[in-house]
């Protein structure tokens, strides 16, 4: 590493004293080396006090991330409503994800707080303070669906990487990162390991000007940590940091300096901001999908940092890993129809040692796992599907787990209750997997509990269940179908979309039932309020007579003739469908009536509607007459009357005036002529 370095001009690194009051140790976000290090480092300096990178507000969640109950890979979500348009006028909400993997530095760090029964505390500001301090289009303020609050682009990005890739002929930082650092590292000492990443780390902030710092909220936050360690110098004597590489000189020199300006924090009412333990995923924490902070392949790297804890010497357990992914590769291949032969793993394996041997590499990586895998398991032309085996080790080197909180403390209810019923039904939630599952809807009593579940759970816009076939209520159609089929799987939206939520109540069905009383009170259109009748109707959820008198206020107010038609269309179908589906509702024929009378007054003006608007008035015919044949006979004379006066009117729409004869004549033959007349 030091002919890399060769041409660098000379730079301040940050001090590694042992005897030091202070001890800053820099790490990467879920790399193995850093975590491997670190635990060194922490034998060797026996701190008092741990203080690490991360938002403060989320202290009182340590012991929960840190219980034998817990499995990773879990995360903390925070979010910030910033009614108050603190961080922009647009009162946006916020959230972002803070992910810990067996492999996170983070997370040992709090780990071996607690072994050696010593304090460890988050020192960073808090998320909604960190939002006020960030620039728009900067920092966590930047536009992405899902943000992470340790944000690893500092690192992986500037002049400067992309010279030492050009110097160690790698094709990208990744390769870089692993071979230098990720092996490499495993054979210094956690000294000369800590300023080796000290040095990159610093040179890549020489390439960042102060304006980019402070508009990405770096030198608000930077300032605060230095402060909370500033602090804690008055108590302890001994006092280990543990934060990103890129804070690591920005902090020791606000030390240094004891110029320090820490931002002052606002006072945020509770029920604006807060944070919550969750389970995440293996996927969801990889950098190839999209976690700005991640390392590729996730789970191949805790795999890497649980046998190294657990080794005298970190000789060949590279080797020895990347050989049981290459064996599960070829096997799973080989399921796949595509034959993979011993030969072919053990050219594999040579091709392997061979590359990392050429690149000058203590031991074999991941990348030369997978330029192995393309030599020797791809027969031929590279195409989309003789390229499998990659897609499968990809899968395996990613990993597929969704971590558990085993402290369910400060676990919302509704994501309890959401594990309950997923334990009621059997469902699979503990990978990160797409599930298919069949309902039956009329068989048994818990076919229909489970669809009205899955139901739920899309109302609630989880992203966990997609119905992909089965009755389409919202469209009136399948009605005669009595299976669903689902496809369901447990990301972070999921856990999150639920703590959102979480002010609506405390079970799922409480969720439901507020969000939709919340959507009928923010709705004046008769069709919508009907679509969220259906939605109770799929859901199992009955409304209580102040939201049933709501709807009633709705369709009053409506004078839409299109509206309330094609709410008379969905009330039509609930009416029908009550016994079926053993709903106790049965409001909706109240509905039929209202909507029918309205529609009687405002028919005769459609006599001469546009051609555009012909087929849903005549759908909205067809529909009152079903009505008054089948449940309101009493209403077919003033139906037919209205009729009458439709085809009296002048400049008569053609095709809505022959359905109106054509109705008329089932009504009474007696008027076939005039039917036949109106065709021609």
Known sequence: MEKVFGNIKSVEVVPYDLDGKVLLFPVRHHSPVCSYQLVKTIQEYKPEIILIEGPENANSLIPILTSDNTKLPVAIYYYYKD????????????????????????????????????????????????????????????????????????????????????????????????????????????????????????????????????????????????????????????????????????????????????????????????????????????????????????????????????????????????????????????????????????????????????????????????????????????????????????????????????????????????????????????????????????????????????????????????????????????????????RYERSPHVDSSLIDHTTDGFTIVEACTSLAIRKLHNEMCCEMTAQIAVDCFLMGIPLQKSELDLINDILNSDNDFFSVGKGLCYFEMLNSLQQLYDFSDSSSFDYIKQCFGKLIILLPSMANISSDCADNVISILKTMYGIVGNIMPEESDIFEQTLIVMTNAKDKEPSVYGAVSGLLYAMDSERRSNAESAMR
């Not at 390769?175 to 956690?190: H, M, N, R, S, V």
């Not at 990405?216 to 590489?245: F, Q």
């Open 83 to 486: 009614s108050k348009k603190l961080v922009s006028e647009n009162g946006e909400d916020y959230k972002c994800y803070y992910p810990f993997l067996y492999s996170s530095p983070e997370y040992n760090a709090l780990k071996q707080a607690k072994l050696l029964e010593i304090p460890a505390e988050f020192i960073d500001l808090p998320y909604c303070d960190i939002l006020i301090n960030t620039a728009e289009q900067k920092g966590l303020r930047k536009d992405s669906d899902k943000h992470s609050y340790a944000d690893d682009t500092h690192f992986t990005q500037g002049k400067f990487y992309e010279k030492l890739c050009d110097e160690t002929h790698l094709r990208n930082f990744d390769e870089f990162w692993e071979k230098y650092f990720e092996i490499g590292g495993l054979y210094l000492t956690p000294e000369k390991f800590a300023k080796q990443l000290h040095t990159y780390c610093e040179i890549t902030r020489s390439e960042t000007s102060k304006d980019e710092m402070k508009s990405d909220g770096t030198l608000a936050r930077e300032n605060h940590m230095a402060k909370r360690i500033s602090e804690a110098m008055e108590k302890y004597n001994k006092i280990l940091v543990v934060t990103g590489g890129f804070h690591s000189m920005g902090i020791y020199e606000l030390l240094k300096s004891q110029n320090i300006k820490a931002p002052k924090l606002r006072k945020i009412p509770a029920n604006m901001h807060g944070c919550y333990p969750m389970a995440y995923s293996y996927e969801a924490s990889d950098a190839l999908h999209g976690y700005a902070s991640g390392m590729s392949f996730p789970y191949f790297y805790d795999t890497i940092f649980k046998e190294l804890i657990d080794s005298d010497s970190p000789e060949n357990i590279y080797n020895n890993i990347l050989l049981d992914f290459l064996v599960k590769t070829a096997k799973q291949t080989n399921k796949k129809d595509i034959p993979v032969s011993i030969a072919d793993i053990t050219s594999a394996k040579t091709l392997m040692d061979g590359l990392s041997a050429l690149r000058n590499s203590h031991q074999s990586g991941i990348y030369e796992l997978f330029d192995a895998v393309t030599s020797t398991f791809i027969k031929g032309e590279k195409t989309i599907s003789s390229s499998l085996p990659l897609d499968i080790l990809r899968k395996l080197a990613t990993g597929k787990d969704v971590g558990f909180i085993g402290d369910k403390t400060h676990v919302p209810p509704l994501i309890t209750d959401f594990e309950e019923q997923c334990r009621k039904f059997r469902l699979k939630i503990d990978e990160a997997n797409p599930n298919d599952i069949d309902v039956p809807l009329f068989t048994t009593q818990k076919g229909m509990e489970l669809s009205r579940f899955m139901h739920r759970m899309d109302f609630l816009e989880t992203g966990f269940a997609k119905m992909c076939k089965g009755p389409d209520l919202h469209q009136n159609k399948g009605r005669s179908r009595v299976r669903e089929e689902w």
